[in-house]
Structure formats: structure tokens, C-alpha cells
């Protein structure tokens, strides 16, 4: 299987097709990779992490995926890099270019940078977080759990509630979820709404408690508390209150699979019997992280051959 | 040196087809003329002649960005465009906002081998909203008006000041009208847009809270004020109503007001990053219909070159601005006069007259004992925008590749042929 493109910027781009072709693919390196069967599809690759913002777990996702494949991974740590020198972000990619990386795997704070990078390297991008823009591969990871979970992803009805005006990994999912056919519902305070949302295909509440009628997924967002400061809402007490997930506001959906792409603010915007509940299936996400990974890192080479 | 301008027709304040003799620096007779009494022809047959552009808002980077742009680099751009006349912004390094600063601009245009050069000075000290710059002694050292453009004054004691003491001097004041705390970090217009491309918006109230004040302002004082690059619909709206109850506010748009939305945004294309941001089609269609009732007095270019590698970046870091010299008047062509929006003479009054007159610069008429700023203009010629070709130091366009009607074929500044 393979994705004919050179980089993976983002799902807004990509047809309904190419995402069901990474999701299969994604189930069989999900099988290698829980039985821990490592493969060669990746051998004398080189993967390289440029993560311009803090990550744990996508760093290392991606990072443990490149080496299940069998390639080398370089991992480019901004802050010590010369990156601090003043190196521009062009320049950058070229010197990875230059040690003949193969992908470049980019997060960056600002919107649109892994599509500038990809323009002026020869490496293969992958879009590891763009600002407010997209994060395709936690998406792509959400969906392969919801069609584990559901046997497809058509007709399925997903929540998404909290941040969603700075949220990349609400607006791929918004773009795949609509793609493949799911009814998606947000819910936020109207200071955490970007403008124009609903003419992305989704519905808009403002109230949890009713929006999770009959919903087959319910993901919660991380809330960051620098928006409390920039003035969006009035304190973390009363956007719990307000739209965190609680046992009490999941009446109306008791079975519901509980997603949420981490870090999480436990008694915040979710609690912890809701977040360790039966329900959850935070770290099924985690492990679902890698196969897409690497699936999506197998295609994008062999469509390079 | 004689020029004979052949067999065009002349747009002024009406059409009429006549041939143009300029000698000496002058236009010295228009009518029927022989080839004979001039030492260049030109033959405009099929072409129209009109008065030289005027620009009332450029920015020539110098002193201090000379990387981007030189008052001569530019001033030699404008006539491309068909502008004989420009009117530069002072937020330079350091700011023109002292006489000093303000000679050296213009003994530097003077020096230039294209437009006159006629610079603006800060409304503030160092722009910083605060104190008012000497504007009394920056009009002695040539300065046409003032204004912090770039930053908007925003506190408004401050501005109710600087309108009242520019009268004293009848400098017109130019407001860049922003509300910063809204706007706040913004790269684009906020809408559906920016919201698929995941980039920070700015709210059209930014703008539109900025003139509100700044007509409440004029008013109040019975002063006048003139809003730079208007781009929303609501701000047309403001604006129509003021006028109808007699504030003695102007005001003007850019090509890419019109021409463009933020469409053009959503590959991060960098040179459609622009402060105030482009917006939607409806205020494209909003600023058009301004146009066309009066409401905007004056297109302007906001021409704002940066060099390759400041605008080669992320979208967020690089700097606002698009070139506009060499692509206003066909833009303004296409967008307005082709498409029945409306006539020549009346694009003549927003592209010359009009800003002349509120500089008070020469406004200039074809004819007898005019100075000759002069351009002649194909309007059946189409050509295609090559960045890459424009004549500017900074080639950030956001109109690269695009086709437009019309095309500038001579430029005449005070009896000079500089192309």
C-alpha cells in the first residue's frame, strides 16, 4: 500500500480513500507491533524529529515506530539545537536534507510550517502538530480506535467538547470524521469556538449535558490554562463546572467510548473515574499511536521507491 | 527634448481623442498636431492619455530597510505603474518624525530617478501614540501630511489632540485605525478561513471601532481625518454615514481590497498576508459599491516591499505587506472600469485628482500650462503579473501569475519620458 504524496501535511487534503487506506494499513502494523514483531519496510531510512514545541508522547510515537520499521531516527532538539543561533526553519530542513534524512517528522507552534518546510526540502514531511492547524496522525490514531471499537467510523455519532478555536487535533478530526461519513457535534464555551465552525459540517452546542444524546464517542480536549489569562473564560472552577466530563453529564450516553489525546487535566475538563473508567480508551489511543505511524511512514516511503 | 503624444484619447475629467505636445517640463497644446514640431513621437493610437498617478500611501523603507526598498529603487518602480507622484510612510529607521529625518527623505527623492517623492511624517514621536511629533516644523521641511501609519494612536485624548493642532497647519492626519487589543497577535482576517487554515484571526471590529472613534473625533472637533486602507464592509458603512452628516472625513482603499479575499490565505501563501487583512467577498463587493457612490475617495497602493527571505518564512513571523505599484492601476482597470463599475474619469479622480488634492499637491489636467505628469495607458493590452519581473527591490506580490487588463506603456514625470 502506498499514499502517492510526498508529504502528509494534513486530512483536509486527503480523500476519503487515502484515509481508509491508512487505517488498514494501520491494522496490520498494529499486529506486528503488539506482538512485537519488528519489520525491515523502513531499513537504511532515516526518520527525523523536529519538534519545535514540548511533546512526550508524539516525539516518542513516532520515534518508536520509525524503529519498529528499521530506520535510524535523528532527534533534533530545538533547544539545543541552532535553532537557537538564529537558524531559520528552512535552513534547518536542509541540513536534515543534507544528512540524507529520508522523513522529516515536524511540530511547530505556528500554523502552516510543515507546509513551508515541505516546499523546500526533499525529505518527506509529516505533520507531527501545526499550531492551531492540524495534528492528521493523533487523528488518524483516533479514528483507527473508534472503527476498532465500532467496526466503522460512517453514521457514528462523536462529541468533541473543550478548546476547540485552539485545537488541531478538533479540526483534523472534524476534516476525516465529515470525510468518512460520522456526525460530529462540538460543544465549548462561544470564546473557544473559532468563527465559522459550523460551516466545517459539524453541529455546535454549548451544552454538554444534551449534545451527548445518543453519542457513540465522546473525546474531550485539553484545556490550556493561558486561555483563562487571555481572558476566554472566568476560571478553571467554572469550566469544569460547565463542560468538563462528568458521570453526571454522560446520563444521556452511558456507553459511550471516552477518548482524549493528552496530556489530560484530570478533574478539569474530565474526571478521574471517567478517565480510568470502563469506558476509556485514553491508552488503547496511545498503542494505536505508534501503528499509525508507522503505516503512515511505510506508505510514504513506498510510494518513494 | 519635445514629446508629441499621438492619436490617444485623453482622459481627464471627460474622454476626447487629441494629440498631447509637452516641451519644456509643460504640456504646452493639445489638439491636432503635426509630427513635425516634436523631437519623440509616441503614437498612442488606441491608447489613453491621462494625468500621472499619485500614491498617498507607499512604503520606501528608507533610511533603515534599505534591504526591502530605496526611495529610488521604489520612486523608479512607481513608473512602471504608471504613478508620477507618491506620498511615503514614516515608519522607517528611525521614524520621520523630525525635520531632519523628513529633509533627507526628500533631498533622496529628489535625487531619484523615477516619481517625485514626497514623504508623510509620524502623528507621534518615535510612533509610539504618545507625544505629537513636530509637525510644524516637518511641514517646512517638506512633509505632505502625517501619520503613525503601521501603528494605529491608540489612546484617543492623544488623537483628538493631533487633529486639533494639524489644522493648525491643514496637514491632513492619516489614520491607520486598529484596535490593537482586539486585533491583538492576528495574522488574518478572522471567518471561516482562518479557521480552516488554523490561523489567529483578526476581527473586522479592529478597524471598524478605529474610524468609529476617529469620525466621533472629527466631528466633535470639526476637524478632518482620513482613513488609510479601508477593507470591510461595516467601515464603508461608517464612513457613508459620517459624510452624510458632514464630517469632514476622507478616506481610501487598495487594489487588494477589492480584488482579493482571504482565500488566498489558506496555502499560507505569505504575500497575502496583509495588514488590514483581506477579506471576504461581500466587503470586496462593499468597498466597490463605496467606490462607486463616493464614499472612498482615493485608491492607494500601500505598496509595502520586504525582501524574499523575510516573507520565505512561517506565516505567523512573516511581516505583514504586498507590492502594489506596478500592478494598481490594472488591477484598478480590470476590477473596476472593465467589469462596468465605473468610467475612466471617475478612476482618474481616485488615482490622481483626489489624492493630489488632499496632499495638496498640483492636481494635473491634460492641458495647456499643465506640468507634465503625464502616462499613457493600453487598456486592450492583457498581461500576465511575473513577480519576479516587477521592477521594485521587494517582489512580494500577491498578485504573482495573475492576469490582468490594461498596461502601462509610458510614464512622463514634469516633461521627463522615464519609460
Known amino acids: 500500500m502506498m499514499l502517492r504524496k510526498k508529504d502528509l501535511l494534513g486530512l483536509k487534503d486527503l480523500t476519503k480513500e487515502e484515509i481508509e487506506d491508512i487505517l488498514d494499513n494501520t491494522a496490520a502494523m498494529k499486529e506486528a507491533f503488539v506482538s512485537g514483531e519488528t519489520l525491515d519496510s523502513l531499513k537504511g531510512k532515516c526518520v527525523a524529529t523536529l519538534f519545535y514545541e514540548n511533546s512526550t508522547r508524539t516525539k516518542n510515537s513516532f520515534e518508536t515506530a520509525a524503529r519498529f520499521l528499521g530506520a535510524r531516527t535523528l532527534s533534533i532538539s530545538v533547544a539545543t539545537s541552532s535553532v537557537q543561533k538564529g537558524e531559520s526553519l528552512i535552513d534547518t530542513g536542509r541540513t536534515l536534507d543534507a544528512l540524507m534524512t529520508d522523513i522529516i517528522v515536524i511540530r511547530h507552534s505556528m500554523a502552516g510550517t510543515p507546509a513551508l518546510l515541505a516546499k523546500n526540502v526533499r525529505s518527506s514531511v509529516i505533520n507531527g502538530g501545526d499550531g492551531m492547524n492540524e495534528h492528521p496522525t493523533q487523528s488518524l490514531l483516533d479514528l483507527f480506535t473508534m472503527r476498532e471499537k465500532f467496526g466503522t467510523i460512517k453514521g457514528l455519532k462523536v462529541v468533541m467538547v473543550g478548546d476547540i478555536k485552539h485545537s488541531r487535533v478538533a479540526r483534523s478530526n472534524l476534516w476525516a470524521l465529515g470525510k468518512l461519513g460520522a456526525e460530529t457535534t462540538v460543544v465549548a464555551p462561544q470564546t473557544l469556538l473559532p468563527k465559522g465552525v459550523e460551516e466545517l459540517g459539524c453541529e455546535v452546542s454549548y451544552d454538554l449535558e444534551s449534545a451527548v444524546a445518543g453519542a457513540n464517542v465522546v473525546m474531550g480536549l485539553r484545556i490550556q490554562l493561558e486561555r483563562q489569562k487571555a481572558g476566554l473564560f472566568p476560571s478553571i472552577s467554572e469550566y469544569g463546572d460547565e463542560f468538563g466530563i462528568t458521570r453526571d453529564k454522560l446520563v444521556a450516553c452511558p456507553d459511550a467510548l471516552i477518548m482524549h489525546p493528552g496530556p489530560v487535566n484530570r478533574g478539569i475538563e474530565i474526571t478521574s473515574e471517567i478517565t480510568d473508567g470502563a469506558n476509556s480508551v485514553i491508552n488503547e489511543q496511545v498503542t494505536n499511536g505508534v501503528a499509525v505511524r508507522m503505516a503512515v511512514m511505510d506508505m510514504l516511503m513506498s510510494d518513494a521507491v | ?296 475617495d482615493v485608491i492607494a497602493t500601500d505598496h509595502a516591499p520586504h525582501s524574499a527571505d523575510e516573507k520565505n518564512r512561517e506565516f505567523d513571523l512573516a511581516p505583514f505587506g504586498t507590492v502594489g505599484f506596478e500592478t494598481a492601476l490594472s488591477l484598478a482597470y480590470t476590477y473596476l472600469v472593465d467589469s462596468g463599475e465605473i468610467d475612466m474619469p471617475a478612476l482618474v479622480e481616485l488615482m490622481s485628482h483626489t489624492p493630489a488634492r488632499l496632499l495638496g499637491l498640483p492636481v494635473v489636467h491634460i492641458k495647456a500650462g499643465m506640468m507634465a505628469d503625464v502616462i499613457v495607458f493600453d487598456p486592450d493590452a492583457s498581461r500576465t503579473v511575473r513577480a519576479a519581473e516587477l521592477h521594485g527591490k521587494g517582489k512580494n506580490c500577491l498578485f504573482d501569475g495573475w492576469m490582468l487588463k490594461g498596461r502601462v506603456e509610458h510614464t512622463i514625470v514634469g516633461g521627463d519620458l522615464k519609460f
Open chain 2, 1 to 296: 527634448m519635445s514629446i508629441l503624444i499621438k492619436g490617444g484619447k485623453i482622459i481627464d475629467s471627460g474622454e476626447v481623442k487629441a494629440d498631447v505636445l509637452i516641451d519644456n517640463g509643460r504640456i504646452v497644446r493639445v489638439g491636432d498636431i503635426p509630427e513635425s514640431e516634436a523631437t519623440t513621437v509616441i503614437n498612442a493610437a488606441g491608447k489613453l492619455v491621462m494625468p500621472g498617478l499619485v500614491d498617498m500611501h507607499c512604503h520606501l523603507r528608507e533610511p533603515g530597510f534599505e534591504h526591502k526598498e530605496t526611495i529610488d529603487t521604489g520612486s523608479r518602480a512607481a513608473i512602471y505603474g504608471g504613478y508620477t507622484s507618491i506620498a511615503c510612510m514614516p515608519n522607517t529607521n528611525p521614524v520621520i518624525d523630525n525635520a531632519a529625518i523628513a529633509r533627507y527623505v526628500s533631498m533622496r527623492g529628489k535625487e531619484a530617478d523615477g516619481a517625485r517623492v514626497y514623504p508623510i511624517g509620524c502623528i507621534t514621536k518615535g510612533q509610539k501614540g504618545e507625544e505629537l511629533a513636530e509637525m510644524g516644523k516637518m511641514k517646512d521641511a517638506g512633509i505632505v501630511a502625517v501619520s503613525d501609519d503601521g501603528k494605529p494612536v491608540m489612546n484617543s485624548r492623544v488623537m483628538r489632540n493631533a487633529l486639533e493642532y494639524a489644522k493648525t497647519f491643514n496637514l491632513l492626519v492619516i489614520d491607520h485605525t486598529e484596535d490593537a487589543n482586539i486585533s491583538g497577535d492576528g495574522v488574518v482576517n478572522e471567518g471561516v478561513n482562518a479557521t480552516i487554515a488554523g490561523l489567529r484571526g483578526i476581527s473586522r471590529a479592529a478597524e471598524e471601532i478605529g474610524i468609529a472613534r476617529d469620525i466621533v473625533l472629527a466631528e466633535t472637533l470639526d476637524a478632518r481625518v482620513h482613513i488609510a486602507h479601508v477593507s470591510t464592509a461595516g467601515s464603508v458603512e461608517l464612513i457613508r454615514e459620517a459624510k452624510a452628516r458632514g464630517v469632514k472625513v476622507t478616506c481610501e482603499t487598495c487594489p487588494h481590497y477589492f480584488s482579493a479575499t482571504d482565500e488566498e490565505i489558506l496555502s499560507y501563501n505569505t504575500n497575502a498576508k496583509i495588514n488590514p487583512p483581506l477579506r471576504e467577498q461581500s466587503d470586496c463587493d462593499a468597498v466597490i459599491e463605496g467606490i462607486k457612490d463616493g464614499t472612498i
